[in-house]
């Protein structure tokens, strides 16, 4: 934003060099940097309250003149502050960090106290409020300070110790906004600006530092949150306007395939099955190349969808290849689409990290022979070596947890291949269009029928006896169950041995008669799937684990899940979890314990309810979003999310939404932008590279 306004500060009046370097060091290097360093706070000075007549025991703001200071010696040394209204006195308090207040303020000077106001001995008092310098006496653009609505700036101890006070920040960009304020040029085409409803930019940022009223502050800031929204959807429009010259293997299936396996199914697809396999299969019939994300919820049936779409490939006589981000989640993989095409006559193979040499060979050739159809693995199928006769479509599940280059290696393995991706990890609405605004998208929004929504309570770890006596009951009736183990930094135990302690404490002790079964990552590769293999097959009745068996494992006998220290997971994370249950037509519960060691924080509370409250993956993410904020969400950080100064995307939903309309049609209109030279010159001083939205070759 700004890109015209990039000269030095020094061109400013008032600054000189070693103001410069102050503001440098809160990053702030050009006028543009300035124009946009946005107050934090206002303090209303049109309609102040008397310091007698404020409310006592909330947050106030005090304005008031400074008539003493003193530091108060004894045991506890403290520094007050006593500021005078027309209405009346009260005093700051601080113990400690005097240094900080000597030279800083001085008497005359007209402050700032927020706080909460107390009564103490008869006085009026606030424990160390914040202190924000208004004016000092001799000011004289006094207007700038007094009697309107007035902006406070955040200011470091360096810049305090160096006199650059919220007040001096207050001038400086005062100074600013009339040196160069007309230079502030909007490039945003009127009729989008209309249409949308935003303020007009120089209006904006003149108004975000001096509102004339707080609604001037909102509709500043919605300009701004605008235009952060606005520029990322353009960036996305071109990327998805590129991609579409990608050229596309024409895929040309008769059916055949698909048809027999979805004939030998104990079960009919569902209706969102059908949609999305209707809607990839068009995609893959094109001359341009598909990158398609399928979006499910847990145990919404991805797997089955991505299936179909590779035996698309195979009909054509082309190849596909299928990775997953662990071993365990390949080998399973591999498993199901055996037992479900082998009858059709199709070879496919699992590749991993720990596929021996000899067989790995074996692989190697039939893949370059064609005899191979289809190839399920890890990260291990983008090694050099693996090269296919023919490959038609490249599926990748659990995409999030792969790089962009990992994708796009694999896809490059064939000649104009497609592209899947698939994530379990819903996310909203807004951050769905920003991080994956540049592929098509399949929701998969229908679990198969019968299923019933798991049952989800959270019990303090008093209850556990209870937890265990029900898991009993369900083992009883045949049913099968998971214990899991979270990271244990804070007590220097590590997730592993708290898995293996309680493993071998459960085995001895309270389960002892039944068959425990333990999984965790450190297990040689062979030990873990030799575990799962027993469980899967029924042999082991509970699987103790670490969080190994987040992703994708699909065992629908299985209908409990406990998860220990629940309250250190996070919100996709216990979501995840639960959905290793509820997976068959048996009634599933999950049991979340929380520790009462733990002092139970609001927010591990929150999504503790949350849990409770619904098993809907987008309801779950929208309170996640609600709670953490956009970078924090699993997933998104690898994705190289953007760091967002002024949207919400929590808050802003229909700004992305509609920001990307009016991105889309103006780019459908003049997709170089040549109607639009500054948008396009913002645009290119924008460094996207740190955007890695959701991108294959
Ligand atoms: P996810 O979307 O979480 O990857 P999976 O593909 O693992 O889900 O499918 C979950 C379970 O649902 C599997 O056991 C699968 O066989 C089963 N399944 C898939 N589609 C259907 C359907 N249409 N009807 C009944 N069960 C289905
Ligand atoms: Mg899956």
Redesign the pocket.
């Known amino acids: 934003m700004l890109s015209n306004l990039n000269q030095p500060l020094r061109t400013l009046p008032g600054i000189g060099l070693k103001r410069e370097k102050l503001l440098e060091s809160v990053g702030i290097a050009t006028v543009s940097d300035l124009l946009l360093y946005l107050p934090y706070r206002y303090v209303d000075r049109s309609t102040e309250v008397g310091i007698a007549h404020l409310p006592l025991d909330q947050e106030v703001t005090v304005v008031g003149e400074i008539v003493a200071m003193e530091t108060i010696p004894g045991k506890r040394r403290r520094f007050v502050m006593t500021v005078e209204d027309d209405t009346g006195k009260m005093s700051g308090t601080w113990f400690g960090g005097y240094q900080y207040f000597r030279g800083a303020y001085e008497a005359g000077d007209l402050v700032a106290l927020g706080g909460k106001l107390s009564r103490f001995g008869g006085k009026l008092q606030m424990t160390h409020p914040e202190v924000e310098v208004l004016a000092s006496e001799g000011d004289e653009e006094q207007r700038l300070h007094t009697g309107r609505i007035i902006p406070l700036y955040h200011t470091t101890a360096k810049m305090k110790s160096e006199r650059m006070t919220a007040r001096s920040l207050r001038r400086l960009l005062f100074a600013a906004l009339d040196t160069v304020g007309e230079e502030i040029v909007d490039p945003l085409p009127d009729d989008i600006r209309e249409r949308c409803g935003v303020a007009n930019l120089r209006e904006a940022i003149e108004k975000v530092h001096f509102p004339d009223a707080f609604a001037d502050v909102d509709a500043a800031r919605h300009r701004l949150a605008f235009d952060e929204i606005f520029y990322i959807q353009l960036y996305l429009g071109q990327m998805q306007k590129k991609r579409e010259k990608t050229p596309g293997r024409v895929l040309t299936p008769n059916g055949k395939l698909a048809k027999q396996l979805v004939a030998s199914?104990?079960?009919?697809?569902?209706g969102a099955?059908k949609r999305s396999v209707e809607e990839i299969g068009n995609d893959l019939t094109r001359s341009v190349a598909m990158h398609r994300l399928l979006q499910?919820?847990?145990?919404?049936?991805?797997?089955?969808?991505?299936l179909l779409a590779m035996l698309a490939s195979v009909d054509t006589g082309c190849q596909a290849a299928l990775m997953a981000p662990t071993e365990i989640l390949a080998e399973q993989h591999a498993n199901?689409i055996r037992n479900l095409v082998e009858p059709l006559g199709l070879d496919v193979r699992l590749l991993t990290g720990r596929t021996r040499a000899a067989a790995r060979r074996e692989i190697l050739t039939g893949l370059l022979s064609g005899t191979v159809s289809i190839l399920v693995g890890t990260h291990a199928l983008v090694q050099e070596n693996v090269l296919f006769a023919d490959l038609g479509l490249v599926v990748v599940?659990e995409q999030h947890r792969f790089g962009v280059e990992q994708r796009a290696t694999l896809r490059e393995k064939g000649a104009d291949s497609h592209l899947l991706v698939?994530t379990?990890t819903p996310i909203p609405r807004s951050l769905a269009l920003t991080l994956y605004g540049d592929l098509d998208v399949t929701l998969?929004d229908e679990l198969?029928?019968?299923r019933e929504p798991v049952k989800t309570g959270w019990r303090l770890a008093a209850d556990r006896a209870k937890a265990f006596q029900f898991l009993r009951s369900e083992v009883a009736q045949g049913r099968q169950v998971y214990i899991v183990y979270p990271l244990v930094e804070e007590s220097g135990k590590s997730e592993l041995k708290a898995a293996t302690e309680t493993f071998e404490d459960l085995s001895t002790g309270l389960l002892s008669d039944l068959r425990l079964g333990l999984l965790h990552g450190r297990m040689k590769g062979d030990e873990k799937e030799a575990v799962m293999d027993a469980f899967r097959r029924g042999e082991v009745d509970v699987l103790v684990a670490t969080t190994v068996i987040e992703v994708?494992v699909?065992v629908?006998n299985a209908t409990v899940m406990m998860v220990e220290h629940a309250e250190r997971f996070g919100l996709s994370q216990l979501h995840q979890l639960r959905?290793r249950v509820g997976?068959?037509q048996h009634a599933s519960y999950c049991i979340l314990i929380a520790d009462p060691q733990e002092h139970l924080s609001g927010e591990a509370k929150e999504r503790l309810d949350a849990m409770a409250q619904t098993t809907d993956g987008f309801e779950i993410s929208e309170v996640d979003l609600k709670i953490r904020g956009p970078g924090q969400i699993f997933g998104t950080r690898q994705a190289g999310f953007p760091e967002f100064r002024f949207a919400d995307l929590a808050r802003d939903v229909d700004v992305v939404v509609l920001a990307r309309e009016e991105a889309q049609a103006l780019l459908n209109q003049d997709p170089t932008l040549a109607s639009c030279a500054l948008l396009r010159q913002e645009l290119d001083a924008i460094a996207w590279g740190d955007l890695q939205v959701v991108e294959a070759g």
Do not use: I
């Open positions: 199914l104990p079960f009919e697809l569902t099955q499910g919820d847990v145990g919404s049936g991805k797997t089955l969808v991505a199901t599940d698939m379990a998969l198969p029928p019968g994708g699909d629908p959905g997976r068959g």
